[in-house]
């Protein structure tokens, strides 16, 4: 793949999983009404439809575009609209993190090889003037999302799409991308550069929504989006800030099995503080008793509060996102071009201490793994150096005897000053603390958010020893393994992600081994297997899987979290 979109991944990663984060404390399991246990959050009751739903962010919704966006329909909100060729299971749990059929009847049918894959679209899909949707659309919406005056989007396609590399834009070359092909108004054809079973996935991404060409104004165009889903936008103030979306009358339920579509109106503000939104959805007065967050969790000291209140914690929802937080070794600097010194740290690390301070046993699972633990990943258990719940500091001094530091080492410890209780302060604390009992001396060296990301995404910068974290673009070991440990994705000049700077043929192989499969189950296998096969190698040590805990208003009905997100799916959500 190409360098570029390695860059445009990780970063266009980063921005979601944060998103997954501030929006992930959302629900409890299953589709259900709030008023389960107290009888006073929910009304009760079946979910009907009408009412506005309230949507209470810190961040705005900027970038209102299906070329710019990134995630699986470009985020809670974003999936309102926009609908892509296929989505999410809108499934609690598990279940949801499956990928379905949306705008196509099925996932797609793959060529024998897994190159050329082939969709047909379901009759009577209608934008919100009530013209028909057509492959054409979709393959000029992907076409557009190749604009440099667009940028943002997933990088796939153009890694995927054959001639997707030099194609710049609709705009640029109105002859569009040949790799592409519509033989009629309901069947788009896409012919790639190699196999790639994971397809389907893919075409969850906005860039496979519809965009007619003749309603297309650029970058105007976020200020209104044609909407192809069960809403569409009645006004959108301050890039974002403030965003209301009404029914599309156009659009049928018929054709859509994933979005419910029960509020009438929701309307979306933005730019509040964290701790007003707490607050207010803990208050849930007025129009906040039917409101919801899709982009602030609770925090410990928050959460601490909510669960001492049982009417309050029958209104936290909890969800799982493919994301883990760990240790990042650069082998090229001394003295973490010994196996044994990272072998000797990963004894050394107490876990335990590691989820206190990230908030508790509530909001961070402990990880030996590198894949999160969910199915869908092919999560494969393993611990190659176990620790125990605290540390095996005997273990880590031998090893380190054996490594020719027998009176022990001191190292510096690079971590964010961010208060994101995953690469900031307090992690690196409670491992300076751990890894002393073993002899190791840790000086921490906390670095500004920008300053940080330069510093250990620069392959000529990287530190030795600091802490990372990764989300995945989809729920598959593909796109968590693939940029970190894939030889062919280091960078030399921009944004490297494979920081153990590991190019080894054999994982180079597999990886394009088991992007050849199309039986999605096969492939989890295969990359949970290889994750245990990389992780003997401790170029990293995981430290802990994140939980999502999020508030929501007394009269939500149906909440679901599924594993793909994490968060609570606002398709789902009912205020009456």
């Not at 995981?542 to 968060?567: A, C, E, M």
């Amino acid at each position: 793949m190409s360098q570029p979109s390695v860059i445009s991944r990780r970063v266009a990663t980063t921005a979601a999983v944060s998103l997954a984060l501030v929006a992930g404390l959302a629900a409890c399991a299953g589709p259900q009404d709030t008023t389960e246990g107290d009888g006073e959050s929910g009304a009760g009751g079946k979910p009907q439809k009408g009412g506005t739903l309230t949507v209470l962010n810190s961040n705005p919704q900027e970038d209102f575009d299906p070329a710019r966006l990134y995630t699986s329909g470009g985020g809670n909100v974003p999936s309102l609209v926009f609908r892509t060729l296929t989505t999410r299971n809108r499934e609690d749990g598990a279940a949801g993190a499956q990928v379905v059929p949306d705008l196509a009847t099925d996932l797609g049918t793959p060529s024998k090889n897994a190159t050329v894959w082939t969709y047909t679209l379901k009759d009577g899909l209608k934008y919100e003037d009530g013209t028909a949707i057509t492959s054409a659309d979709i393959k000029y919406g992907i076409e557009r999302s190749f604009a440099a005056e667009l940028s943002g989007g997933a990088p796939y396609l153009r890694d995927w799409l054959i001639g997707g590399a030099d194609y710049q834009g609709p705009y640029k070359d109105k002859k569009g991308l040949a790799s592409i092909e519509v033989p009629d108004a309901k069947t788009i054809v896409f012919h790639l550069n190699k196999p790639e079973g994971e397809f389907p996935y893919l075409a969850t991404q906005t860039q496979t929504t519809p965009v007619p060409q003749a309603k297309d104004k650029g970058t105007k165009y976020e200020e209104h989006p044609v909407s192809s889903g069960p809403y569409k936008v009645v006004s959108n103030e301050n890039d974002g800030e403030r965003l209301v979306l009404e029914r599309n009358p156009h659009w049928s339920a018929a054709t859509d099995e994933e979005r419910k579509a029960y509020p009438d109106r929701i309307d979306v503000r933005s730019g509040l503080d964290s701790a007003v939104i707490n607050q207010r959805l803990s208050g849930s007065q007025g129009a906040d008793s039917a409101a919801v967050t899709t982009d602030t969790n609770l925090g410990p000291a928050e959460l601490a509060k909510v669960s001492g209140d049982k009417k309050l914690a029958a209104r936290v929802g909890t969800g799982h996102f493919g994301y883990t937080n760990y240790i990042a070794f650069n082998p090229k600097v001394k003295p973490f071009d010994n196996p044994k010194v990272r072998q000797a740290i990963s004894y050394a690390v107490d876990r335990s201490s590691v989820v206190n301070a990230a908030g508790g046993s509530s909001l961070a699972e402990p990880a030996t793994t590198y894949l999160p633990n969910q199915k869908s990943f092919g999560y494969t258990p393993y611990d190659h150096f176990p620790a125990g719940e605290t540390g095996n500091a005997a273990k880590a001094k031998e090893l380190l005897k054996e490594a020719g530091y027998p009176k022990g080492l001191t190292v510096t410890l690079t971590h964010s000053n961010d208060k994101d209780f995953e690469t900031s302060p307090e992690i690196a604390t409670a491992l300076q603390a751990a890894l002393k009992k073993a002899g190791i001396t840790v000086e921490l060296k906390g670095l500004e958010s920008n300053d940080y990301s330069d510093t250990i995404h620069s392959a000529s910068k990287e530190p030795g020893f600091f802490l990372a974290h990764w989300g995945a673009d989809w729920p598959s070991g593909g796109p968590f393994l693939a940029p970190i440990f894939d030889g062919r994705q280091i960078v030399k000049d921009g944004a490297n992600f494979n920081t153990g700077f590991l190019n080894d043929a054999s994982v180079n192989k597999e990886i394009d081994e088991i992007n050849k499969l199309t039986d999605l189950d096969a492939a989890a296998q295969r990359w949970g297997a290889l994750d245990k096969k990389i992780g003997e190698q401790a170029l990293t040590v995981p430290l802990f899987h994140p939980v999502y805990k999020r508030l929501f208003g007394q009269d939500i009905k149906n909440v679901v979290i599924s594993d793909w997100t994490g968060v609570l799916d606002i398709s789902q959500v009912a205020v009456k």
